[in-house]
């Protein structure tokens, strides 16, 4: 079974950088489209970030510009660069196929403040 591993998160000032990576366990990560989701306090768990096994990408319109994603299939790795970083950009980031069908790792908590 797949097991999805999310790390980079951390606290950064409004303006700054982050790259997140998610190593997924098990030789078929190259088979899925692969998204990054994040969920806020008190709110629904959102897709930003989608990258098809091809190597094209969509974000959502609130990271467009400042997003990016992208995968390495040799190193079964997915990442996501984050930057000029607002605080309304502070919420529990996940990995996860598109749709959502492999189990769900913990998470990587990114908070944005002064």
């Known amino acids: 079974q797949v097991q999805l591993v999310e790390s980079g998160g951390g606290l950064v000032q409004p303006g700054g950088s982050l790259r997140l990576s998610c190593v997924a366990s098990g030789s078929i990560f190259s088979i899925y489209p692969m998204g990054w989701y994040r969920q806020a306090p008190g709110k629904e768990r959102e897709l930003v970030a989608r990258?098809?096994?091809?190597?094209?990408?969509t974000v959502a319109d609130s990271v467009k510009g400042r997003f990016t994603i992208s995968r390495d299939n040799a190193k079964n790795t997915l990442y996501l660069e984050m930057n000029s970083l607002k605080p309304e950009d502070t919420a529990v980031y996940y990995c996860?196929?598109?749709?959502?069908?492999?189990?769900w790792g913990q998470g990587t908590q990114v908070t944005v403040s002064s």
């Open positions: 990258i098809s096994t091809r190597g094209l990408t």
């Open positions: 996860n196929s598109d749709p959502s069908l492999l189990p």
